[in-house]
């Protein structure tokens, strides 16, 4: 028996039908299926808050390069090393402070050898830009006029640690204990100061740069307290752990360095190589 002119339009219509489907899946996934490298990849990028505005431009001309994509979480280093031990996705982590990459190493967190100590930075004292206040030494915060001192929590965010040990290895932490207001991170302190919401502000040097709305009255000695390191790694349970690699390998070229030193940091002893 021979299929009729209507069953026979149906077969052909079915047949086009099982083509376009089956090109669809063979097209959708090529760098699973071949294993292509960076174009269409995607990684998230755990980053201190205080490297919002280099990292965000270092970003952009990665991504030009390579073709994948990268997304960027920032906030206080404490914070995001909590969220990665709790399992966030995360394929990069930048920190402010070395404590919190040391303890992800600790619990077998890092890709063994990607570890970088990217940048150091500076530790400073800002008052908003028309305070009359003079602040020309630390002791001065213990002045009458300083009514509240805004730190970075000291517990998680690094440069709040650092604030706390200068301030306890120059003798004045107890003192000016009482006057001190932890914030999120170092930009929530620099936004307090901006807004008046604080007479003065510890932030780093870095973060003062890029406010018209508060100065730099005083600058910590470097003995005064640890030496600030960003350290940079890929986290082990990356998903997509070349582009990761090659992204620590981009921010720690000479091309990357030489934005964060736009922006204020400074190349923390690294051998540092031509860009991409």
Not at 11 to 19: D, E, N, T
Not at 137 to 153: N, Q, S, Y
Not at 203 to 227: C, K, L, Q, W
Request: charged share 25%; glycine share 8%; with cysteine.
């Amino acid at each position: 028996m021979h299929p009729s002119e209507e069953g026979l339009n149906d077969l052909k219509m079915r047949r086009k039908c099982l083509i376009v489907l089956t090109l669809l899946l063979v097209t959708s996934f090529p760098a699973v299926a071949h294993g292509v490298e960076g174009q269409g990849e995607e990684i998230l990028v755990f980053v201190a808050a205080s490297l919002t505005d280099a990292v965000d431009e270092i970003k952009g001309r990665f991504e030009e390069r390579t073709g994948g994509r990268v997304f960027l979480s920032f906030g206080s280093s404490g914070t995001l090393q909590r969220q990665i031990e709790k399992g966030a996705p995360a394929d990069v982590f930048i920190s402010a402070g070395t404590a919190q990459v040391d303890a992800l190493e600790f619990d077998g967190l890092v890709l063994p050898d990607t570890r970088k100590d990217l940048l150091t930075n500076s530790l400073v004292v800002i008052i908003p830009e028309g305070s009359r206040l003079r602040i020309d030494r630390a002791e001065d915060l213990a002045r009458r006029e300083v009514r509240k001192i805004a730190i970075g929590e000291p517990g998680s965010v690094p440069a709040g640690a650092y604030a706390r040990e200068a301030l306890e290895n120059l003798g004045l932490w107890e003192e000016l204990y009482p006057k001190i207001v932890p914030a999120l991170d170092v930009r929530a302190v620099l936004a307090y100061v901006e807004r008046q919401a604080a007479e003065v502000g510890i932030v780093y040097g870095t973060d003062a740069m890029i406010s018209n709305e508060v100065r730099v009255v005083y600058e910590f000695p470097d003995d005064s307290h640890t030496a600030i390191v960003y350290p940079v790694v890929v986290l082990k349970d990356s998903r997509a752990e070349a582009l990761a690699r090659e992204f620590v390998d981009f921010i720690s070229s000479a091309e990357a360095i030489e934005v964060f030193e736009a922006y204020g940091f400074k190349s923390y002893g690294l051998e540092v190589t031509g860009g991409h």
